[in-house]
């Protein structure tokens, strides 16, 4: 970016104007997906344009939404340059594992189809014989341990107070 009157370098080398900072970001170094993921991250902070002055190079100018220091926008320049960095690392992760998400996301939709449906569930149920019970399970506790509590009560007999 020429430089233009009013403006100064900021000390990462930036372009330093009145509440903006302006630099250039080599697309061999980032490609294009990771300046616009920086800049969307970018978007609450400041005001962002972009412009493209040579091939394969764009141009970034952040634009502070009030008034800023020249610390301040070369903290934002900073900021930016790390987000940068970041969104053009997760994008060479995503790159280096596409075939691994799609592999798992393939076989999670061989495993939905292979699925039973709910009509078959359901012709299974019925299938089924759901009256047999061989753990007792359906068995009142009453009817399984109130008549032996009872005869146990009737064995010892009318209890006898001493006085």
């Excluded at 993921?37 to 502070?64: H, M, W």
């Excluded at 903290?75 to 960095?85: P, S, V, Y």
């Excluded at 998400?101 to 076989?107: F, I, S, V």
Aim: hydrophobic letters at 40%; glycine letters at 6%; a negative charge.
């Amino acid at each position: 970016m020429a430089e233009k009157e009013g403006t100064q370098e900021s000390r990462l080398g930036f372009t330093v104007g009145p509440d903006c900072i302006a630099f250039e970001v080599d697309e061999s170094v980032y490609p294009l997906e990771a300046v616009y993921g920086a800049c969307y991250l970018f978007l609450e902070k400041c005001f962002v344009f972009l412009s493209r002055s040579k091939p394969q190079v764009v141009d970034v100018r952040l634009t502070s939404q009030g008034p800023a220091t020249a610390g301040e926008l070369d903290a934002l320049a900073g900021e930016f340059a790390n987000a940068l960095l970041a969104q053009a690392m997760r994008l060479k992760l995503s790159q280096s594992t596409a075939r691994i998400r799609e592999y798992y996301t393939a076989a999670a939709l061989r495993a939905a189809t292979s699925a039973p449906s709910v009509d078959d569930l359901l012709k299974e149920l019925e299938a089924e014989d759901l009256l047999e019970d061989p753990l007792e399970i359906m068995v009142p506790w009453e009817e399984k341990h109130g008549a032996a509590e009872d005869a146990e009560d009737s064995k010892k007999g009318p209890e006898t107070k001493d006085g």
